[in-house]
């Protein structure tokens, strides 16, 4: 719960009456009487326990508190029952309200320094601030934190209204916007947030981004005790080793390792405030998200026609400093002179494509607002030719690797297998599919007698290939070779007849066999078309390469090794072996190192024993 409000409407002692506890700390808050920074404080009513992000409510610190409104579920509107609205109650019930927070209570504090007809006329101006909000309805409690009256209703009303509040995704992507970054001695670096998506372990590797330095989470604190798991709408402590507290600020965000990117340019929509001044094309701006704050220009779809108050349309926005966002997350601007909220939003691509005209890319938003999750996985990945990460895709959509394998077939999405595994879109790989056919169709003819095309052949990496070869049933791979499983090698009469001729001229040739361009020479066909023929025949096993300019028929080797497992454990030399043989040392050599290759005898030295 955050507490939103005008400066000294006694948001800080309402939530010192409520909890117990003092969430103004530094020294210049007490000094001076006012929130200067985020403070936190807890409690539990009616079986509920409440994190509380008070925010300062001076103008001067609106900053700091839109560094805590991002993360709450619901808003504690605190008006003064003796001043009415102010200016800062409306800012700040504006960026509740541009934030997406849809649930929250009023609390009319200072009852006891109102009369009755303060408080009615407080009750009047409260419900027409809210008319036609989220708060529309939502109770309205008058309450004195000095004498504690109203407080018993103020905590039964909160946990009503917990329970009609959405539970927080605890199975997404772990987020935590630090807000605070502090070294806490005997324990070291802490850093400070709310958890807002999925969960942390102690133990377990995060990732700060922007930067993507990795660390490990010594231990964690919900609330002040320790925990082994935080889940997400937790306001978390995280003590991590390796890293200085100086080398982490609010705006930085722990999250799971290899998950996403920060982003430096975003597409979103963009709601101008009443009473704000028009956005212009290239106009700059604070950007708030999360905790981060950061400078951006805005950049208009339509150049001319300037985004004018009251108004909601498309911008794309260049940020001075990445901050880590996805699909959904909402954000707050605030103009540089004067310094004023003008408007929020909500961000729809976190990493737009930007060589795109404009008007295609205000159209591509237009359909990615409305799109599921499937679509717009399905046109990021038609982005990508080749193909995107399947890290970086399901970051990007803000899912897990996890839901995105279970989405792909609806998203018509192909999973390209590797080291960092891929996705691309089905018709992607359709099209390679088709190209690799007609290639093969080109091949087979022009090489009837060859089985296939060499794999390296076709101009895909592994990944891709076996992807394309999935994709259409009439491609095989086979080994180092693809071909169309309804292609059928073919030979002409002539070429069967060498092909006997070759056959025969090795087999006759025993262990002794003629050399290659011998044997070839008998085929009575062109060298080419020989050669073709010999390498189909090495294929099939009827002739098997010793070296490289010695064959052998298979009958000549089977023959050979039957000899020597009748000698199986004898020890001989080059000279027994020749004699056993018959053959002359030019062809023993070669033959024995294939042996010793094919494990049939073992060199020892100068000799041999058959294994």
Not at 46 to 55: A, H, K, N
Not at 86 to 112: M, N, S, W, Y
Not at 556 to 585: H, N, P, Y
Not at 599 to 609: I, K, L, Q
Request: proline share 4%.
């Amino acid at each position: 719960m955050g507490t939103a409000g005008h400066i000294d409407h006694g948001k800080t002692a309402l939530v010192r009456a409520l909890t117990g506890i003092d969430t103004d700390r530094l020294e210049e808050e007490k000094r001076r009487g006012i929130t200067i920074d985020l403070g936190f404080a807890h409690m539990e009513a009616g079986g509920v326990r409440f994190g509380f992000v008070d925010v300062p409510g001076h103008e001067r610190f609106v900053k700091n508190m839109l560094a805590g409104a991002g993360g709450i579920d619901m808003v504690l509107l605190v008006i003064a029952a003796d001043e009415g609205v102010k200016p800062q109650t409306r800012e700040h019930f504006e960026i509740c309200r541009l934030l997406g927070v849809r649930h929250g209570l009023v609390a009319l504090t200072k009852k006891d320094l109102a009369d009755a007809e303060m408080l009615d006329l407080a009750r009047v101006e409260a419900a027409e601030l809210v008319q036609g909000s989220f708060l529309e309805g939502a109770p309205v409690v008058a309450v004195s934190a000095a004498s504690g009256e109203g407080l018993a209703e103020l905590r039964e009303q909160m946990a009503w209204l917990a329970a009609q509040a959405p539970e927080r995704d605890a199975g997404g992507i772990p987020r935590l916007p630090v807000d605070r970054s502090f070294t806490l001695r005997g324990f070291g670096t802490v850093v400070t947030g709310t958890l807002v998506e999925g969960r942390l372990r102690a133990g377990e590797e995060v990732e700060v981004q922007p930067g993507g330095r990795r660390l490990r989470i010594r231990g964690l604190q919900v609330h002040g005790e320790p925990v082994e798991e935080a889940v997400a709408g937790q306001r978390t402590a995280v003590n991590l080793a390796g890293i200085e507290a100086s080398e982490l600020h609010r705006g930085m965000t722990l999250t799971s390792p290899g998950r996403w990117q920060a982003a430096g340019v975003v597409d979103c929509r963009v709601e101008l405030l009443k009473g704000a001044p028009a956005l212009r094309h290239g106009a700059p701006v604070h950007f708030h998200a999360w905790t981060a704050e950061t400078t951006a220009e805005a950049r208009l779809f339509d150049v001319r026609q300037p985004l004018e108050a009251g108004e909601a349309g498309f911008a794309r926005f260049l940020l001075e400093q990445p901050v880590l966002l996805k699909p959904g997350d909402r954000f707050i601007l605030r103009q540089f002179s004067p310094l004023a909220t003008i408007g929020g939003g909500v961000v729809i691509d976190p990493q737009p494509a930007m060589r795109m005209k404009k008007a295609a890319a205000a159209a591509r938003l237009a359909e990615l607002e409305v799109a599921p999750v499937e679509r717009k996985l399905a046109l990021w990945a038609e982005e990508s030719p080749w193909g995107v990460e399947a890290a970086a895709l399901a970051g990007r959509a803000g899912v897990t690797v996890e839901e995105l394998r279970g989405r792909a077939a609806a998203a018509g999405l192909v999973w390209i297998r590797g080291e960092r595994p891929r996705v691309a879109a089905r018709r992607r790989v359709e099209e390679e599919a088709l190209k690799l056919r007609e290639r093969l169709e080109r091949f087979h003819a022009e090489n009837p007698l060859l089985g296939g095309m060499p794999r390296a052949a076709s101009g895909l990496e592994a990944g891709w290939l076996d992807a394309v070869l999935e994709a259409d049933g009439d491609l095989a791979g086979e080994g180092e070779t693809l071909r169309l499983r309804s292609f059928v090698p073919r030979r002409k009469a002539e070429e069967r007849e060498a092909e006997e001729r070759i056959e025969r001229a090795f087999r006759e040739a025993g262990l002794e066999a003629p050399p290659v361009r011998e044997a070839l020479a008998k085929a009575g066909l062109d060298e080419a078309r020989a050669k073709t023929l010999l390498q189909l025949m090495i294929k099939d096993g009827r002739l098997v390469r010793i070296a490289p300019e010695l064959l052998l028929h298979r009958e000549s080797v089977e023959r050979l090794k039957a000899m020597l497992r009748e000698r199986k454990g004898q020890t001989f030399g080059v000279s027994d072996f020749k004699e056993w043989t018959g053959i002359s040392r030019k062809y023993a050599i070669p033959l024995l190192e294939f042996l010793d290759r094919e494990r049939v005898t073992r060199r020892e030295g100068d000799r041999r024993v058959v294994v």
